[in-house]
């Protein structure tokens, strides 16, 4: 079996980052990814829930922000819960196993249009993550 997904977008917001009642990190952001075709020839996206773990979500949570760009990999993972009102629930979020930065973030100093070095190779990869 095969589940493995790779996204490439923008993050809608800062990422959120809380511990687990044992102390392990989670972060939890939005990632907008661009739709490659859309009807009306108007840019399209689609909001994708990601979840990082340990230490590469306080890795996340310092250094990226709203707008930034970034690559997840990871796989996605379905789960149910009961609401406020006790209705059964379904979210799908992609759990992510290696983010990498693809852009620089924005220096307080920088000029508009200055290069922000896209493709950077500032990131982490699965070797990173202490499982």
Known sequence: MLNK?????????????RYTTSGIAVAKFTLA???????DREKEADFIDIVVWQKQAETCANYLG???LVAV???????????SQGIRRKAAEVVAENVR????????????GE???YGSEIGFNEDDIPF
């Not at 990814?33 to 009807?39: I, L, P």
């Not at 930065?101 to 508009?112: C, H, N, P, T």
């Open 73 to 83: 990999e990871g796989r996605l993972q379905i789960r149910s819960y009961d609401d």
């Open 66 to 68: 709203k707008g930034r």
């Open 115 to 117: 290069n922000q070095g």
């Open 33 to 39: 990814v661009d739709r490659r075709f859309s009807k």
């Open 5 to 17: 997904v790779i996204l490439i977008g923008r993050l809608t917001k800062e990422p959120d980052l």
């Open 101 to 112: 930065f693809l852009d620089r973030a924005k220096e307080s100093g920088a000029v508009a």
